[in-house]
């Protein structure tokens, strides 16, 4: 694979918009916000590449288990339901955001 540089704007960009959604889905039930982070990754690996997707992944796992989560805003989980949750979050939150940068790639070379 050939070297990539960090672009550093698009890697906040990313991360501040998975916190602000993160911040938005805060008072809906756990289960629901799942989805709604992995679909926020997705656009920012499309859109700012590799590091901007995992930013987003980053961020958005830490909303989850820090902010979502029960009790909120504390660095513990109540749930055993949570805690498979933030796993399942970041493997497909991974997923996505990898799928996002690929097809950049594959738009950005099909020019």
């Known amino acids: 694979m050939p070297y990539e540089r960090v672009d550093a704007d698009h ?27 992995v679909v926020v990754a997705f656009p ?3 859109t700012g590449g590799r590091d901007a997707g995992r930013g987003s992944v ?15 805003f504390v660095w513990e989980i109540d749930s055993g339901r949570d805690e498979v949750l933030l796993i399942v979050l970041f493997v497909a939150s991974l997923v996505a955001a990898e799928i996002g940068t690929r097809l950049r790639r594959r738009h950005a070379i099909g020019r």
Do not use: Q
């Open 11 to 37: 890697l906040l960009s990313a991360a501040l918009v998975a916190g602000l959604v993160g911040l938005g889905v805060v008072w809906v039930p756990t289960p629901s916000a799942v989805p709604v982070l």
């Open 44 to 46: 920012c690996g499309r």
């Open 58 to 72: 980053a961020v958005g796992s830490l909303m989850y288990g820090y902010a979502i989560t029960e009790p909120h």
